[in-house]
């Protein structure tokens, strides 16, 4: 069950920065990075309030467990409305644009926040013994530096929005289905303790598998889209052709 949770929020966190690189701008992903980053440190007077038990307490609540997959579905559902809505906006004459759909493409979701909140919860359990502030200080620097190091890279490497914006569709879907996935054990669930440490291996694999699934829809976005350039120029020399004869 931690597996599933640990993974959606990676995920949503990957579509944060995801989010920073459709802003289109340095200084906003600079923005974006510096924002959790101050939630991140604002965070700290609560995370070390809480018992060290505190991640198997709420796994071992069933109608926590209940929330967590009703927010996650919620907020993938919507992720995935306004993601078409935007390809839609995008796809349309520069005039006919909707500037409201900016708002939109930027928003962060709770997900990426409570995510922020889980990590953080994790790494104060690694410094046991270290002063509080200086450990809420440098997980602060580390979600900002890693938010623009992967904003920067989606920036770079996914030059065009509409795979962006395609991309954030992934994203969300996945979210969705694992999310689902939750819902349904809920039933059978009967859980006295949980693990509150990573499990790598199941979460690597189901990244990969994710980043596996992205990378098929780029090289199919990019095909078809190839494919429709290249329709297009003919039909342009096809119109020229007949002109000339005429």
């Given amino acids: 069950m931690e597996t599933l949770i640990q993974f959606i929020l990676t995920v949503a966190l990957c579509k944060y920065c995801l989010k920073a690189a459709l802003t289109g701008s340095y200084k906003l992903m600079v923005a974006y990075a510096a924002f959790m980053a101050i939630i991140a440190f ?55 644009r909707t ?15 409570i995510g922020i909140t889980y990590y953080e919860l ?24 890693a938010i623009l190091l992967i904003s920067s890279i989606i920036k770079n490497t996914l030059r065009g929005e509409s795979i962006k914006l395609e991309i954030k569709v992934i994203f ?34 189901a990244t990969t598998a994710s980043i596996l699934l992205i990378t098929f829809g780029y090289y199919s976005f990019k095909n078809n889209l190839n494919s429709k350039i290249k329709e297009l120029t003919n039909n342009i020399l096809r119109k020229n052709r007949h002109g000339i004869n005429n």
């Fill in 42 to 96: 604002a965070l700290y007077p609560i995370i070390i309030q809480q018992p060290p038990t505190i991640i198997t307490d709420i796994l071992a609540s069933k109608e926590i467990v209940e929330n967590i997959a009703l927010l996650t579905s919620l907020e993938a559902i919507i992720g995935i409305s306004s993601s078409i809505y935007l390809i839609n906006n995008y796809f349309k004459p520069k005039a006919e």
């Fill in 172 to 205: 969300n879907i996945t979210i969705l289905i694992t999310g689902l996935l939750i819902s349904s054990s809920v039933a059978d669930y009967s859980i006295s303790h949980a693990q509150t440490t990573i499990e790598w291996e199941a979460l690597i694999a």
């Fill in 122 to 145: 994790l790494f104060f359990k690694t410094r046991v013994g270290y002063d509080f502030v200086d450990t809420a200080i440098i997980y602060a620097i580390i979600v900002a530096a």
């Fill in 99 to 113: 500037k409201a759909a900016f708002f939109f493409k930027v928003v962060p979701g709770l997900l990426s926040i």
